[in-house]
């Protein structure tokens, strides 16, 4: 998906030494003071995150961003944050992605016009049910414009229990996406039965539907998935507790069931950077989940030994590396010229109220 201001970084940047980036970052970041904000996400890398007046997960971010007075907001994550800042932000105010190329898989996953046809499909077959839509975070706007116009919520990894509370407390039935597998661990550790989950498969003919399964299902999951956290296995954990014994081993509940369920700990970036910082010296400490977040963590604690669960298999969110100094410094230069994210109106509006529900959820 496209962002709705793109803006290409000059070779003139591209050129300039690390240095001289930090020097212009710095000098603009002054003159703006406080009506100038940079959000770094977790899994930026390091030389971007060293300039975030605010570091968080996509939950942290968005409660932090709702309730900033800058004039212009700098967010350094990819397109659905910044979005997601945008709806949330005042008229007066301008959110910048600082690369705009720099997109969502996942997110792509749930496309507007297959998310329309399947609620479709699901009036056809469940007549009269009350079905709760909740989009994890990680997802376009006018995902979570839908789920704003059909009674439903917005959640993120650190928060997805309590929108489950919320939703079941109002219908019968859960419709999640676009991450099948955060969506069947919050499941999971809420005791819904296996065979009360289904997975909707947007690929499928409908003709071919397990219409009875569906109709038995409490939650139903979209087949969506997360490049980088599906790559951890089982077997890394085995092999990893073989060779580090008394290693502890934490993990994103993105990654699958089967993974999560032989983890010492599952839970958000920010649980993950939580759990790290309080773990005793000397520690041993394997993560799944991306990469610029363990390596970030690494120089963070030195004191302990911090390893990427899966090895040398680069478990990197693309995405995300995309932002780099050159980036942030090219668009804090030129914050009155270029063009700031937008989000149409009609689409603001119930994607602020699926997003407003989440916040007044969680708290």
């Known amino acids: ?52 007046d605010y570091q968080g997960d996509s939950y942290a971010l968005c409660k932090i961003g709702a309730q900033l007075d800058a004039e212009y907001i700098a967010f350094c994550g990819v397109h659905f944050m910044a979005e997601s800042a945008v709806i949330l932000a005042r008229p007066d105010q301008k959110v910048f992605l600082p690369n705009p190329l720099a997109g969502c898989p996942m997110a792509d996953m749930a496309a507007i016009d297959s998310v329309f046809a399947a609620w479709d499909e699901l009036g056809h077959h469940l007549p009269g049910s009350k079905i709760i839509p909740i989009s994890y975070m990680n997802s376009a706007a006018d995902l979570k414009a839908f789920c704003g116009r059909n009674n439903g919520v917005i959640c993120t990894s650190s928060n997805a229990r309590k929108t489950f509370d919320w939703a079941l407390e109002r219908g019968e039935r859960i419709f999640f996406f676009p991450d099948e597998h955060l969506g069947r661990n919050t499941a999971n550790a809420y005791e819904i039965p296996k065979d009360e989950l289904f997975v909707w498969d947007f690929n499928l003919n409908p003709a071919k539907r397990d219409v009875e399964a569906l109709k038995r299902a409490k939650v139903i999951l979209w087949k969506g998935y997360c490049h980088v956290h599906t790559v951890f296995q089982p077997h890394h954990i085995q092999q990893m507790r073989q060779e580090h ?10 990654c699958t069931e089967e993974l999560v369920a032989i983890a010492d700990s599952v839970g958000s970036t920010s649980h993950i950077v939580k759990y790290v910082a309080e773990q005793p010296a000397g520690s041993v400490i394997a993560i799944g989940t991306e990469l610029n977040l363990i390596d970030r963590l690494a120089h963070m604690h030195p004191d302990k030994t911090i390893l990427e669960l899966a090895g040398n298999t680069c478990a990197m969110c693309v995405n995300m590396y995309r932002t780099t100094l050159n980036d942030l410094a090219y668009t804090l230069d030129n914050l009155e010229t270029i063009k700031p994210m937008s989000v149409p109106d009609d689409v603001k509006v119930h994607a602020r109220i699926a997003l407003e529900r989440m916040l007044a959820i969680t708290g």
């Open 1 to 52: 998906m496209m962002p709705s201001a793109y803006t290409r970084t000059p070779d003139s940047y591209r050129a300039m030494s690390d240095d001289e980036l930090r020097d212009r970052i710095r000098a603009k970041k002054q003159e703006h003071g406080k009506n100038l904000v940079v959000m770094t996400h977790h899994y930026q890398r390091r030389a971007v995150v060293e300039f975030g």
């Open 245 to 254: 014994p008394g290693v502890k081993i934490v993990v994103h509940p993105e």
